[in-house]
């Protein structure tokens, strides 16, 4: 089982930077592939980064290939998400998410454990 809390949100203006957290509970962290996925007011979730549990492969949306960075500190049981030059579209509530296995690391529905989601708001 694995409890997942994000942080790092809030409010920044276009073309700036913000780096979110992911802070897990558990002794297995190491074991688990990480990712963030969002979603913005209207819209349906996507996916943005996912990261595997040995961290050399890590996988990116287009939309922010470039931009976002994702890594993970297995140490202290901790995945973030830098995100740099930050546009209006970024905007959304991101989540931190988990699972043990997966197939396609795009698809949400790979993985069982959910945050409860961090807002990134981001003005023009």
């Known amino acids: 089982q694995v409890q997942l809390v994000e942080s790092g949100g809030g409010l920044v203006q276009a073309g700036g930077s913000l780096r979110l957290s992911c802070a897990a509970s558990?002794?297995?962290?190491?074991?688990?592939?990480m990712g963030w996925f969002r979603q913005a007011p209207g819209k349906e979730r996507e996916f943005v980064a996912a990261?595997?549990?040995?961290?050399?492969?890590?996988f990116y949306a287009d939309s922010v290939k470039g931009r976002f960075t994702i890594t993970r500190d297995n140490a202290n049981n901790t995945m973030y998400l830098q995100m740099i030059s930050l546009k209006p579209e970024d905007t959304a509530v991101y989540y931190c998410?988990?699972?043990?296995?997966?197939?396609?690391?795009?698809?949400?529905?790979?993985?069982?454990?959910w945050g409860q989601g961090t807002q990134v708001t981001v003005s023009s």
């Open positions: 998410v988990a699972t043990e296995t997966w197939r396609n690391p795009r698809i949400g529905s790979e993985y069982n454990y």
């Open positions: 558990g002794r297995t962290f190491s074991r688990y592939a």
């Open positions: 990261i595997a549990w040995s961290a050399l492969n890590k």
